[in-house]
């Protein structure tokens, strides 16, 4: 290398030549190749690349597996137990995006065509699509009914006609406990997409009640009645305020009085209890009253034959 100095400085270079730089860099390339030929014949330059893959795949592993906890720790905070064991699905499903990414850049680097390989996994992805398309649609109603907290563990609902306490919630189906202690499963795709009604989350139940009496009945009797039924659910702790007493129809065999009234609870069986205690109260004061119930009954006239 050439250099030039000055006398009354220190000595530094000015320049170099450039030739001389250039046969600097062009040794260090062919230096560098030969190491590459090195490693390509050890098979060293593979074994990195695996590593290399390895060490990738393991973090995007470690980040997933912390998104994993956290959504756990937050799902079991918010009381949104059935839908925890759906996170490690959605984690494997992750963690296999990775690996089929980090395979496919590491045979694309080897020079395997990577459209053949994205065409079969389109063409097999089709076929078990179709062939698992129920399947595919129970999941995704699954995820539609947990997102929208249609219903809970425990919850009393009533779907298409059926009605009971939820017991499960799987990738499948719900299970429903019916007051039979019968058990009703529903595949979800069919849930999903009917009209859901979700007792537990009404706080409260309706008493619609009717109580008829006979049509011998006095006017006096028949206000009493009402009067009895308003101060018998006055007096329940158990029933919410405004509720309503009214005379409703006059019917086939009976004046019908109907009683509209919500009870504190929304618990089946103590909303049982709490109609069982009205009904039974009703019944003895109109007895001490001296109002009678009336029951179906038909009257038939005899004609008289003359002769």
């Known amino acids: 290398m050439l250099f030039a100095y000055d006398a009354s400085e220190s000595r530094l270079p000015l320049f170099y030549c450039p030739k001389m730089g250039d046969m600097m860099i062009n040794e260090i390339y062919e230096f560098s190749d030969k190491i590459e030929k090195l490693l390509t014949a050890l098979r060293i330059k593979f074994v990195f690349e695996i590593i290399a893959v390895i060490l990738i795949g393991t973090v995007f592993f470690k980040l997933i597996d912390l998104f994993d906890s956290k959504l756990k720790a937050k799902l079991t905070s918010s009381n949104n137990s059935p839908l925890t064991r759906f996170v490690p699905i959605l984690s494997n499903i992750f963690k296999g995006i990775i690996v089929f990414f980090l395979l496919a850049s590491f045979l694309q680097s080897h020079g395997y065509s990577m459209s053949s390989l994205i065409a079969g996994f389109g063409i097999t992805g089709l076929a078990v699509g179709f062939a698992a398309q129920k399947t595919i649609a129970n999941i995704f109603g699954t995820f539609g009914i947990l997102s929208d907290h249609s219903y809970q563990l425990g919850d009393y609902i009533s779907v298409n006609g059926f009605e009971g306490n939820v017991e499960e919630i799987n990738m499948r189906s719900t299970k429903i406990r019916s007051m039979d202690n019968s058990l009703i499963i529903l595949p979800n795709d069919v849930v999903s997409g009917a009209i859901i009604k979700n007792v537990t989350n009404g706080k409260k139940r309706r008493i619609f009640e009717t109580f008829g009496v006979t049509y011998d009945t006095s006017d ?88």
């Open 220 to 307: 006096e009797k028949l206000k009493r009645a009402i009067t009895i039924l308003e101060e018998i659910l006055k007096n329940n702790k158990d029933i919410h305020e405004g509720f309503i007493v009214y005379l409703e129809t006059l019917s086939s065999s009976s004046i019908d009085i109907k009683v509209s009234a919500y009870t504190k609870t929304n618990v089946y069986n103590k909303f049982l209890k709490i109609k069982e205690q009205v009904i039974l109260e009703t019944v003895k004061k109109f007895r001490e009253e001296g109002i009678e119930f009336a029951f179906p009954s038909t009257t038939v006239y005899m004609a008289k034959d003359e002769n």
